[in-house]
């Protein structure tokens, strides 16, 4: 089981960036692949980047790339968000996220633990 904990989120001008961390317990984080997600309010949760397991294979939304980086650091058990040239469209709650076994996994429905979220807000 992998318990998972978002912060770096917070108020950001249009532009900007901000960059997010998630920690996570438990031994075998480095057997999981990792996702981040986010939900605006009235909205359906939203895939943005994935990586695997060992960190060398990452994805992404096609709209994401190029503005945002995902990364994790298996010795520290956490994965980042790197989000540059911000948007007001940016504005939502963000979440990651753990999948044991999944391959590129895309879908909220495959991903098996998730954090509380952290609110990431975008003003114009």
């Known amino acids: 089981q992998v318990q998972l904990v978002e912060s770096g989120g917070g108020l950001v001008q249009a532009g900007g960036s901000l960059a997010l961390s998630c920690a996570a317990s438990?031994?075998?984080?480095?057997?999981?692949?990792m996702g981040w997600f986010r939900q605006a309010p009235g909205k359906e949760r939203e895939f943005l980047a994935g990586?695997?397991?060992?960190?060398?294979?990452?994805w992404y939304a096609d709209s994401m790339k190029g503005r945002f980086t995902i990364s994790r650091d298996n010795a520290q058990n956490a994965v980042f968000l790197r989000m540059n040239s911000l948007k007001p469209e940016d504005t939502a709650v963000y979440y990651c996220a753990a999948d044991y076994g999944g391959v590129m996994s895309r879908s909220s429905f495959t991903y098996d633990y998730w954090g509380q979220g952290t609110q990431v807000t975008v003003s114009s």
């Open positions: 438990g031994r075998t984080f480095s057997r999981y692949t």
């Open positions: 990586i695997s397991p060992d960190g060398r294979t990452t």
